[in-house]
Nanobody
Framework: QVQLVESGGGLVQPGESLRLSCAAS????????ITWFRQAPGKEREGVVC????????YFLDSVKGRFTTAKDNAKNTVYLQMNILKPDDTAVYYC?????????????????????WGQGTQVTVSS
């Protein structure tokens, strides 16, 4: 049974950092890609970054490039999203998801409806 569990969200001030974790079960992170999405109030869910089975990552939002990084620990079957220099516009519920596929690449466009497995989401609030 495929499961994804996010953690690490919280309330921070602008300029601070958070590290989100996505613990996977039912598949291995060295076999399939995982994508981080986020959804702000009143907005559509958008893809942030995908982490390939091999550990490479592709960012979909120009606004996070240079501030967000990813990591993967295959031994823990967990991927991470390190978010630095957080801004109020980063406020959203962050989700990790998998389509049990290998498609993460720079020219890949993530569509949320292609993903069959989602975590419960973790709230990130950036506010002074």
């Amino acid at each position: 049974q495929v499961q994804l569990v996010e953690s690490g969200g919280g309330l921070v001030q602008p300029g601070e950092s958070l590290r989100l974790s996505c613990a996977a079960s039912g598949f291995t992170t060295d076999h399939y890609d995982i994508t981080w999405f986020r959804q702000a109030p009143g907005k559509e869910r958008e893809g942030v970054v995908c982490i390939s089975y091999s550990g490479s990552s592709s960012y979909f939002l120009d606004s996070v490039k240079g501030r967000f990084t990813t990591a993967k620990d295959n031994a823990k079957n967990t991927v991470y999203l390190q978010m630095n220099i957080l801004k109020p516009d980063d406020t959203a519920v962050y989700y990790c998801a998998t389509a049990l596929r290998r498609r993460c690449a720079d020219d890949y466009v993530p569509r949320f409806y292609e993903y069959g497995y989602w975590g419960q989401g973790t709230q990130v609030t950036v506010s002074s």
